[in-house]
């Protein structure tokens, strides 16, 4: 192996090289250093008269940059950068993903990396490096130094041996990497090493390897002593972060000068890859297929997972082969700890991990593509509103119509049921009536459109029975067991569907269809049709077109999907609506009725054309 310019050269483990400089390019001269000893210089002879000390010799003069080279990070920068040719490189000496200088570079060095890469100097507010010849995969890490030798900065070299990819995969609005980040290949039946990629701890823009941590540093540390020394592993039985930022990673689209990822992409939000990974179980029914080589593949086009493993609080590599776990950029603002998908054999969960560990990153496109509502489906209009008193209505959740759809049934998280009268005309003229009072989480309501009879989703696993005509009394007739769980997460929406009932949660915005007798029909995550769906927040059915429509108060839109669940159909945008937890479609007066589950309780009227 050769590179293409001279360079002194550092691996893994950060070591200085001891090779000898090498000889300077044919044609290019250096100056050698006289001995003290016999210069012509009085003030530098052995004379012991003398009083001032020898002069040092002249340092070395640094390495030629390559004659070529290719500044990367031309459209974005990053703090990791891909390279994929043999040759010379360069990039500003900026921070990751902004124009602001790191500060004053005197040098830069190879703090660690897999014998890929060398020559690595500062040059004129770049650090210029060149890649070995033939070009070896791997990765490095390159810091940038002040004059007393202190890190400014650093960033990492990702040089894969296959092209990097990405798709939708049928899953995501965004392009997600067909692979881990500073993956060498991608993960396949057999998942081996070169598909584990590298580990970081929970909002933190460096790197380290799939083994156990190389410097570990007891306890917290602040964001300042992690920039200035990138390969400490902080070991702390929680959070790294000595004081708290939950936005290092962003947790929004923008992303952060702390983002790990190289341009064009960044670290998920939470409901980013909620099409990837649906609730428990992870099987062949829900697009999951395990491998022996311990993958899973979800996707069309497959996309493979490995159980790569993880460095545990203490630096420790763990779970190699069997578990594997895959941040986003949210931070859990109860416990403070990083949010991701915990994989295992045959299971996920969507939960917070204890930031100091070192875990996955799955890089996804900053841009998202735009859904394109289906040809004939429903234009969206303008809208209208009435805002009730505190005294009136309380917390409003949940809207349907009536059997004979001349007025609104509705039902409050502190448990009422109300009925809306006046919805012929002017929002203006909508009257509100208390009909029955329970003491119980109200958060849907459904009418049986041959009795009349009610059926009410209560947070977060139950559904009531309210029997016409007097609506004064409830029955339960079944639970949910997989939403007992989930507490102020759980059932938020139910709807009549075709003799049957389909009730939702806002944690992963989960579908269940169940018989009125309490048999569970099925289970679904609409996250695997709809990318970017973040909750149920309340179901209406619509048999006249035989599409159901889902509002979600997260993500500020509602979802329409065919009957049977089966496909995406359109997206309306209600984020003039600041907690859309009801949704009810009423041909009669072409609308779409919405109500707001907020400080003071709303109805909203929004017309639509083609309903």
């Not at 996920?348 to 875990?359: E, Y």
């Amino acid at each position: 192996m050769a590179f293409l310019v001279p360079l002194l050269f550092s691996c893994s483990g950060a070591k200085e090289s001891n090779l000898p400089v090498p000889p300077p390019p044919q044609g290019q001269e250096t100056d050698t250093p006289e001995d003290p000893g016999t210069t012509d210089d009085p003030g530098t002879t052995d004379n012991p008269d003398n009083p001032d000390p020898p002069a040092p010799p002249d340092p070395p003069a640094p390495p030629d940059p390559p004659a070529e080279t290719t500044e990367l990070g031309v459209s974005a920068t990053a703090n990791c950068y891909i390279v994929t040719e043999t040759g010379g490189y360069k990039f500003k000496a900026v921070k990751g993903n902004s124009s602001t200088s790191v500060g004053t570079v005197a040098s830069a060095k190879v703090l660690w990396g897999e014998e890929c890469v060398g020559n690595v100097s500062a040059d004129g507010g770049y650090i210029v490096f060149s890649t070995s010849d033939p070009l070896v995969p791997g990765n490095a890490l390159i810091a940038a130094q002040d004059a007393s030798g202190a890190v400014l900065w650093s960033w990492h070299i990702w040089i894969p041996q296959t092209p990097v990819g990405g798709d939708k995969y049928g899953l995501s609005f965004y392009t997600t990497m067909d692979r881990n980040l500073g993956a060498l290949d991608v993960a396949s039946v057999q998942a081996g090493a070169d598909s584990y990629g590298l580990l970081y701890q929970w909002g933190r823009k460096d790197p380290f390897q799939c083994k156990n941590a190389e410097t570990v540093t007891s306890g917290t540390m602040s964001v300042a002593q992690t920039i200035a020394a990138p390969t400490a592993f902080a070991a702390n039985d929680g959070t790294w972060m000595s004081s708290v930022d939950k936005t290092v990673w962003g947790d929004k689209a923008t992303k952060t000068i702390y983002d790990p990822c190289p341009p064009g992409y960044k670290v998920p939000m939470r409901e980013d890859l909620s099409g990837f990974f649906p609730m428990n179980p992870l099987s062949s029914a829900t697009g999951w297929q395990n491998a022996s080589g311990h993958a899973f593949a979800v996707g069309e086009p497959q996309v493979w997972f490995p159980y790569c493993g993880y460095l545990d609080v203490t630096g420790a590599y763990v779970g190699a082969g069997s578990q594997a776990k895959i941040w986003n950029s949210h931070m859990d603002s109860a416990n403070n700890q990083g949010y991701g998908i915990f994989l295992t054999d045959g299971s996920s969960s969507n939960s917070s991990q204890k930031a100091a560990q070192a875990c996955s990153v799955r890089c996804i496109s900053e841009q998202q593509e735009t859904f394109q509502n289906e040809p004939g489906m429903p234009v969206m209009g303008s809208y209208s509103r009435i805002v009730f008193g505190t005294d009136a209505v309380v917390e409003l959740s949940g809207l349907c119509l009536s059997k004979d759809k001349d007025f609104l049934w509705g039902v409050g998280d502190e448990g009422y049921l109300y009925k809306f009268t006046g919805i012929d005309g002017d929002v203006s003229s909508i009257a509100a009536a208390k009909q029955w009072t329970y003491s119980a989480d109200m958060e849907g309501v459904t009418v049986d459109p041959s009795t009349g009879d009610l059926y009410l989703a209560i947070e977060p696993d139950r559904v009531y029975r309210v029997k016409s005509p007097n609506f004064n009394s409830k029955t339960t007739i079944f639970e949910v067991p997989e939403a007992s769980g989930m507490g102020n997460s759980g059932m938020e929406g139910i709807t009549w569907y075709k003799g049957d009932l389909y009730v939702g949660a806002q944690s992963g915005a989960t579908l269940w269809r169940y018989t009125l007798s309490g048999t569970k029909v099925w289970k679904k995550q609409l996250g695997s049709l709809a990318p970017g769906i973040k909750e149920v927040g309340d179901l209406c059915y619509d048999p006249e077109t035989d599409l159901l429509w889902v509002s979600d108060s997260e993500a500020f839109k509602i979802f329409v999907f065919d009957g049977e669940v089966t496909t995406l159909k359109a997206i309306y945008d209600v984020s003039f609506i600041g907690n859309a937890e009801s949704i009810c479609v009423d041909h009669a007066r072409n609308c779409v009725w919405m109500a707001d589950d907020g400080s003071t309780s709303k109805i909203y009227k929004i017309s639509f054309s083609g309903l």
